[in-house]
């Protein structure tokens, strides 16, 4: 298994700029979810999914940001415009929500940095 | 609101030296607590608890937790240079369809 897959690895981009963060979940996963982690805050919950369907947005620092899940392996986020403040590491991670206890599996990360 | 909080938020020890990491918790509708480990990338699964008293184990690290008192512990023992990393604690929430709480995490940093 391949396990999560982001892209791109690594943006620098200038602010004001469209970012688009890629996610391939783990095949047959059924939630997925979307971080940020700086130094200052930590690992932030911005936004999950569950069967394609946005759960709870509540993480979502503002109206730049919007996350799609067009289908079970694909989805996005995306900042528009892009500030300084969002540069971050952004993870997305997968897990099997089956009615028991699932672990999270987390993809490796895409380092954005806002100039 | 729901939280959870690591300490310390460093620790600096020698190869050899043994480790405890402190996760305790403030959350209503528990389910279970997990431990990662965060190197260079991205964070990995270390271990899930959901009963009190009941020890987890792999190798040098252990894990327990403590539901009465709201809290878990990590311990590594004979720690290696490889150990160094940011180890997380989350915690799931019943009825909340996986969602889990990150602590801010510990950094452990180990010299030869």
């Known amino acids: 298994d391949a396990g999560v897959i982001q892209s791109p690895r690594h943006e620098v981009t200038e602010m004001g700029q469209e970012v688009t963060l890629r996610c391939k979940p783990i095949s047959g996963h059924n939630s997925l979810f979307w971080y940020r982690q700086t130094m200052m805050r930590g690992l932030e919950l911005l936004i999950y999914f569950n069967n394609n369907v946005p759960i709870d947005d509540s993480g979502m620092p503002e109206d730049r940001f919007s996350a799609k899940m067009p289908n079970a392996s694909f989805s996005t986020l995306k900042i528009q415009p892009s500030e300084p403040r969002d540069s971050a590491v952004y993870f997305c991670?997968?897990?099997?929500?089956?009615?028991?206890?699932?672990?999270?599996?987390f993809g490796p990360g895409t380092r954005l940095l806002v100039l | 609101e729901d939280k959870v909080v690591q300490s310390p938020l460093s620790l600096v020890v020698h190869e050899g030296d043994t480790v405890t990491l402190n996760c305790s918790y403030e959350v209503t509708n528990f389910r279970s607590l997990l431990w990662y480990k965060q190197e260079k990338k991205a964070p990995t699964f270390l271990f899930m608890l959901?009963?009190?008293?009941i020890e987890k184990k792999s190798g040098r690290l252990s894990s327990i937790l403590d539901k009465k008192e709201l809290f878990s512990i990590l311990n590594i023992t004979a720690t290696q240079t490889g150990d160094s990393a940011i180890y997380l604690c989350?915690?799931?929430?019943?009825?909340?369809?996986?969602?889990?709480?990150f602590g801010t995490g510990t950094r452990l940093q180990v010299f030869p």
């Open positions: 991670a997968s897990s099997l929500l089956a009615g028991g206890q699932e672990t999270q599996y």
């Open positions: 989350a915690v799931d929430l019943l009825y909340n369809t996986d969602k889990l709480i």
């Open positions: 959901t009963s009190s008293g």
